[in-house]
């Protein structure tokens, strides 16, 4: 069975910075594209950070919102991975959700989601 499991959310203060950690089991992600999506509160899902693969190279891109800030990476050991948050502003604050193997438009897989609140 393929699980996503997200881990590292938490309260922090604005400027402050978290990690977020994304395990997978069940089987390999190696080479095979992963992103970080957000939910605020009445809001729609929100695309965070994301990883791609062209061979053996691996390719990030970022929502705007995020950029400079965020740094998305991954450990094709440990099938884990991480989005460093530095910076955070309390307009961060949302449940963080990975995903993992994009096929036709949507990703296959998505974990339960970890908590983020900054505050101000």
Do not use: I
């Amino acid at each position: 069975q393929v699980q996503l499991v997200e881990s590292g959310g938490g309260l922090v203060q604005a400027g402050g910075s978290l990690r977020l950690s994304c395990a997978a089991s069940g089987r390999t992600f190696s080479g095979v594209a992963m992103a970080w999506f957000r939910q605020a509160p009445g809001k729609e899902r929100e695309f965070v950070a994301g990883v791609s693969w062209s061979g053996s190279a691996m390719f990030t891109y970022y929502g705007d919102s995020v950029k400079g800030r965020f740094t998305v990476s991954r450990d094709v050991a440990k099938n884990t991975m991480y989005l460093q948050m530095n910076s955070l502003k309390p307009e961060d604050t949302a449940v963080y959700y990975c995903a993992a193997e994009y096929r036709s438009g949507s990703y296959n897989y998505w974990g339960q989601g970890t908590q983020v609140t900054v505050s101000s």
